[in-house]
C-alpha cells in the first residue's frame, strides 16, 4: 500500500528527425487505497503514463514517487508494482498455479508452502480453486481475466496498474467484471491506476478520474466534478453519454447569439462570463426537457428528426426549426413521453443547466447550478 | 457441371454397360492431365531413391546385368553389400556424432541465446540493428570462401599441445579434428540459428515478457522460465536443420580432418572413398553406404516432425 506521486511527467518519443510529446507535464497524486482512473481517447498518452509508472518506459523528464521514494531510476522487477494487461500476458506454458506462483518466487524469498497458500487465498478471493491446475489455454476469456487479476493480487503490491483489462470481455461480463473489481480494490484498499477509453468505466469505478487528453491533463477530479463541473470543453464533452450538447455563440450585450437561435442570459451568468464575447454554449441532453409552449425566454421551437426509445427513455436527435435540415442535437426524455420523427416540439434549455466554455482556449467560464 | 455429368454416368455405367461411353465424355481432361502431370513429377523424384535402394540390394554381378530401377532377383539379391558398408562406415558414424550432436545443441541454444538478447531486451535499437545485420551477413558467407582462411586460423591456434593430457588418456590426437569442427559449425550455424529465433521471439508477446519483468524476474530469469520452455517448436526446427547441415558437411571436413584414413575420420569422409578403386567403381555399395549416412538426420527429422511442423507454421 503506498502513495504514487507524478511530478511534472513528460514523454517525448522521437519521431523520424523530430520528436512526439506523447505525455506532457502530467501531475497527478495518489492517496492510499485511492482508485484513479486514466481516461481519454486512445493515442492520448494514458497507457504510456501507466507504463512509465511500472517501469516499462523510460521518463523523460519529471519524477514518479512511490510512497515518497523516487523511483524514476527503479527497474520495473524492483518498483512493488503488479501489472494487469489488456491481453491478460499470462504464461501459456504454465497452469493457474504457477502462473500465480510466479510472481512471487521470483520476487520474494517465501518459502513454496507460503507461496501455495498465498496462491490458494487469491484463487478463492478471485472464485478461480477450481482452475488451479488447467492451461491458460483451456480457459474461457472471463477466466483467464481472473487469473490475471488473481496474479497481480497474490503478490500483495504496492500500486495496481491496470491497462484496459476489461477491453476484450463481452458487454455483459465487462460490467460483471466492473462491478467485482470495485468490490475487490476495496476489500484490499490497495492504491490503483486504471487506464480505460471507457467513460462509463471510469465513471462507475473510479474515486476519482483523471482525463488525459493529447498528452495534457485536463482535469483530476471526482467523477461527479467531472461531470457536473468540467474544467474545459474536452472534458464536458468526453464524459457523459450521449454527450453534450455544444453550440457555436457569441456575446452580444446580454444575450447569446447563435447562427440560429438567441440565448438571454441572467446577469449572475454574465458576471462569470466577464468580457469573453467568442463562446461555446454547452447543454446535457437530460438537461433539455419539453415544454408547453414557446413563451419563455429559454424555450424554443424545434423539429424532432430521429427518436430512438430505449425503453426508460428516449434519445431524441431535434433540431431547431430554423436550422438546416440534419444539424441536430440531442435531448434525452422519458421513456413514456410520446415524441415521433417528424414532431414539431417545443424544448426548454433552462439556464441554471447551460455551461459556458471560452471559444478560443475551451475553458470553462461558468458551469451548471446544483442545488445543494 | 462436371460433377452432375459424372454422377449420371457412373449410374449409367452400372445399370447399362453399353453406355460406358457416357461414362468417359464425363471425365474432366483438365484432371486427366494434371494426375498424370503428379504422377509424372512423383516418379521423377522417386526414381533415384528408389534406384539406390534396390542397387544397394544386389551383386556386383546384378548391379552390371540389369536396369539400375529394377529391383534384385533371386541370384543377384544380397544384404552383402550393406554389411560391408556398415563395418567400413562404423567408426565414421561415431566420430560424426561426436561433432554433430555437440555442434548443433551448442549452436541451436546459442543461436537463442543472441536472439533473445537482440528482442526482447531492452537495448536500444540503434544498438541491436549493427549486431543483427552482422548475424545476417553471416548467413550469406560461402563455406567455400572461408576454407584458406579457416585453415590458416586452425593453424595458429595451438589446440593440439594443450589438449596433450588427453592424448596421454590413450585418445588418437586426431581427434583435436573433431573439436576444431564442433567450434567451426558453431560458428558458421550461429548466424543462421539466432535470424531463425529471432523471428521466433519477435512474434512472442511483448506483454507477456513486460509482464514477468514487474513479476520481478530478471532477463536471465525470464529467459529460463519464460522464454526458454516457449522455445520448443523453434529448437526442432533448428535442430534439425542445423543436424542436417553439419552432418552431412564434407568441405570442412577435407579441411580440418582431411583423411578417411584419420581415427577421427567422420562418415562423409569416409563415404566419399567407399566402393572406388582402381577396378572400377562398386555402385552397390556406395548406395548402401549413402543410405547408412543418411540415417541419422532421417531419425532426427522424425523425432522432431511434430514440433518441426509447429515451428514452421510459424
Redesign the interface.
Known sequence: MGTLELDGVTKVFPDGDGEVVAVDDVDIEMRDGEFLVVVGPSGCGKSTTLRMV???ETISSGEIRLTGKHINDV?????D???V???Y?????MTVRENMA??LE???DLSDDEIDERVTDATGTMGIAELLDRKPSDLSGGQRQRVALG?AIV?DPEVFLMDEPLSNLDAKLRSEMRTELQRLQDELDVTTMYVTHDQTEAMTMGDRIAILDAGELQQVATPLECYHEPANRFVAGFIGDPSMNFFDVRRDGDTLVGSVFDYPLSASTLDDVGDVTDLILGIRPEDISLAGDATGEHTFSTVAEVVEPMGDENTVYIRFEDAPEGETFIATVGGLQQVAAGDEITVEIPEKTIHLFDGTTGKAVHNRELDE | MNDDARTDGGTASETDPGAAAGALSGVDGYRVFLYLGLFGMLAFFLVPIESGLVTSFKTSGGVSGSFPFTPPTGSTFTFGKWGTAFDALGRGLVNSALYAIPATVISALLGSFAAYGITQSNWKPKYKAPILALFVAGIFIPYQAVLVPLAQFWSTVPLEESLSFLWGLGINDDYTGIIKLIVTHVAYGLPICTVLFRSYYKNM?E??I?????????IR?IYR??VL??SGPMFAVVLIYQFTQIWNDLLFTLVLVQTESSAAAPIVLILAGLGTSLEGQDFALRMAGAFIAALPTLAVYIAFGEEFAEGVAT
Open positions: 511500472a517501469g516499462l527497474k520495473p522487477q524492483h518498483r508494482i503488479a501489472m494487461f489488456q491481453s500476458a499470462l504464461y501459456p506454458h510466479f510472481g521470483e520476487s520474494t496474479r503478490r | 508477446s506483454e507477456m513486460e509482464a514477468a519483468r514487474l513479476d520481478g524476474a530478471s530469469r522460465r519464460i520452455p516457449l
